[in-house]
């Protein structure tokens, strides 16, 4: 697979803090975390093509010689809970490739 | 406020029959796409366009057909010729380089 993330799935108590992880094997101009909930529709938290950027709670960083990202969540809580979605977009194929998904359940 | 909208949220059809999936854009963007999502799977791509009038075929675009007669909309059709039809689809779109990625809310196609 061209896009892996860690762990697949992911149980948490409210408060904690949280780290999904996502390596990836091929060139790229950016890297997008998705965040998806049980109703289904996706929403982008992050585009990155370098460096750290952070929302909130949320903070996205990115390593291009290594080839992986890290999404946080500090201060977890059970409005959290969802997949999360790592993408990276190919310059050269000019599209989305995505992971399968972190599922994170937050328990109060 | 600019957006994406699919519809309908759910929809069923009878074994056989073509079904037409909607996905209207204001966002101005060029770039359409169509994912399908299958349980413990991730996204793939069905079909994407960049430019009015044309598009290109994506990783599971057997079964599919598309048209992008306008820059805001990109509407799916699942034919009969599609095996395993029901699915999660998801509309997105983009500027080019894959800026401002926006997806929809979702069709959940169930086929009886």
């Known amino acids: 697979n061209e896009v892996e993330q860690s762990p697949q799935n992911l149980t948490a108590q409210e408060g904690e803090f949280i780290t999904i992880n996502c390596s990836y094997s091929?060139?790229?101009?950016?890297l997008h975390w998705l965040q998806q909930h049980p109703g289904g529709g996706i929403v982008s938290l992050f585009m990155?093509?370098?460096g750290k950027k952070k929302h909130g709670r949320l903070i996205a960083t990115i390593n291009i010689q290594e080839k992986h990202s890290s999404l946080h969540i500090t201060a977890s809580h059970p409005r959290d809970s969802a997949v999360y979605i790592c993408?990276?977009?190919?310059?050269?194929?000019?599209?989305?490739?995505f992971g399968t998904g972190t599922l994170l359940a937050v328990q109060p | 406020d600019g957006g994406i909208t699919q519809s309908p949220k759910y929809l069923f059809r009878k074994e056989g029959q073509n079904v037409t999936l909607s996905c209207e854009q204001n966002?101005?963007?060029?770039?359409m796409y169509w994912y399908r999502q299958d349980p413990g799977q991730g996204l793939r791509l069905i079909y994407y366009?960049?430019?009015?009038?044309?598009?290109q075929k994506g990783d599971i675009a057997e079964g599919y057909s598309v048209s992008r007669e306008k820059k805001e909309s990109f509407p799916l059709t699942v034919t009969s010729a599609q095996k395993n039809p029901t699915a999660f689809y998801l509309c997105?779109?983009?500027?080019?380089?894959?800026?401002?990625?926006?997806f929809g809310s979702g069709t959940r196609l169930t086929v009886v």
């Open positions: 997105a779109s983009s500027h080019l380089r894959g800026e401002g990625y926006t």
């Open positions: 091929v060139g790229i101009s950016a």
């Open positions: 990155l093509s370098s």
């Open positions: 993408a990276v977009y190919g310059g050269a194929t000019n599209k989305l490739i």
């Open positions: 966002l101005n963007h060029d770039a």
């Open positions: 366009s960049q430019i009015v009038n044309d598009f």
